[in-house]
């Protein structure tokens, strides 16, 4: 394993465990050069699918893409990333489930928005208003005005078909 800090090609490793009910290890790395110390996480790669992206192109499942999107959204919320990579778990594990070789990132996008919206408004609306590409502000408005006190949307399914 290469360091990251000086590009030495040899390191240590100083701890192993198994993380997520024993699906990913965690290993924490030492330079013998520099003697930095860093993470690294190790999953078995599975057949996950491809994803049909809205312009028709198709490219591997990429769980970074997903994490990336859902930190964005939770920024400046008292979320912690850990429970923003259970979620990406989550996803990863139904879509193996699934067992399609394809799924349209609509479909991602769909599951992603489902888990904000249990998780927390405020990240739930920064969200969708990417992901639905919302063009002014009536579109706010309505996503907020369907909020209840649970969390909860009145008007469940609606607007699906524009991501």
């Known amino acids: 394993?290469?360091?990251?800090?000086?590009?030495?090609?040899?390191?240590?490793?100083?701890?192993s465990r198994a993380i997520m009910g024993g699906s990913v290890i965690r290993r924490?790395?030492?330079?013998?050069?520099?003697?930095?110390?860093?993470t690294t996480y190790e999953r078995v790669e599975e057949g996950l699918p491809y994803v049909i992206k809205k312009d028709g192109r198709r490219e591997p499942f990429n769980r970074d893409k997903i994490l990336t999107g859902l930190k964005k959204a939770c920024e400046k919320r008292p979320i912690s990333v850990e429970r923003l990579e259970a979620i990406v778990d989550e996803i990863e594990r139904e879509l193996l489930n699934n067992s399609a070789r394809e799924i349209e990132s609509k479909v991602i996008g769909e599951m992603v928005?489902?888990?904000?919206?249990?998780?927390?408004?405020?990240a739930y609306v920064r969200f969708a208003s990417v992901y639905r590409e919302f063009k002014d502000v009536g579109e706010f408005?309505?996503?907020?005005?369907?909020?209840?006190d649970t969390g909860e949307f009145e008007n469940e399914g609606?607007?699906?078909?524009?991501?």
């Open 158 to 163: 609606e607007g699906e078909d524009q991501g």
């Open 28 to 38: 924490r790395r030492e330079c013998v050069r520099c003697g930095k110390r860093f």
């Open 113 to 122: 928005m489902k888990a904000l919206k249990k998780l927390d408004k405020v």
């Open 141 to 148: 408005t309505e996503v907020i005005s369907s909020l209840d």
């Open 1 to 15: 394993m290469r360091c990251p800090f000086c590009g030495y090609p040899e390191t240590v490793v100083k701890d």
